[in-house]
């Protein structure tokens, strides 16, 4: 499974790059995100029966729709700790099968980045970096599908 985050200041294009990137991986094999959130947001609606579970106490709510299914799990990063968090996601991304996930944001975790923009406490290593403009996303696929882009680390 190749793993790649990316990184850099707000409004940086990360998201633009992230869509992009998946359309274009999706030629090559099956793509997961994980997205790094710096503040609580309710992702189920007050006093819907999901919510009411929840707030009943369940330890693991799911929904399951017609076209989507959902997991609600406490534990977030305060509580687990953000990067044992982080590598207890990847490790079920590649239980379930996933060629490819790419992170958006955790500057500090040890995957290969991309970053976007200068971030100054971006930690290595660094794979790509350049403007949204200049970034190939094409190339930036291939050269992940192919493994070339992490050439040389270990």
């Not at 919510?51 to 687990?80: C, M, N």
Request: hydrophobic letters at 35%; one cysteine or more.
């Amino acid at each position: 499974m190749s793993i790649v985050c990316l990184v850099g200041p707000s409004d940086s294009g990360k998201t633009t790059l992230a869509e992009s990137l998946v359309d274009a991986l999706g030629d090559y094999g099956r793509v997961a995100t994980i997205k790094s959130i710096h503040h609580d947001i309710e992702i189920d609606t007050p006093g819907k029966d999901t919510y009411r579970h929840r707030e009943a106490g369940a330890d693991t709510v799911v929904g399951l729709t017609p076209s989507l299914s959902f997991q609600i799990t406490p534990g977030g990063k305060e509580a687990t700790g953000e990067q044992a968090l982080l590598e207890s996601t990847v490790d079920s991304l590649r239980a379930e099968g996933y060629e490819f996930v790419l992170i958006e944001g955790f500057h500090d975790a040890p995957y290969p980045k991309i970053e976007v923009g200068e971030r100054a406490d971006t930690e290595p290593p660094i794979v790509a970096s350049g403007s949204l403009d200049s970034l190939d996303v094409e190339q930036l696929a291939a050269s992940i599908a192919d493994g070339t882009l992490f050439e040389g680390l270990e």
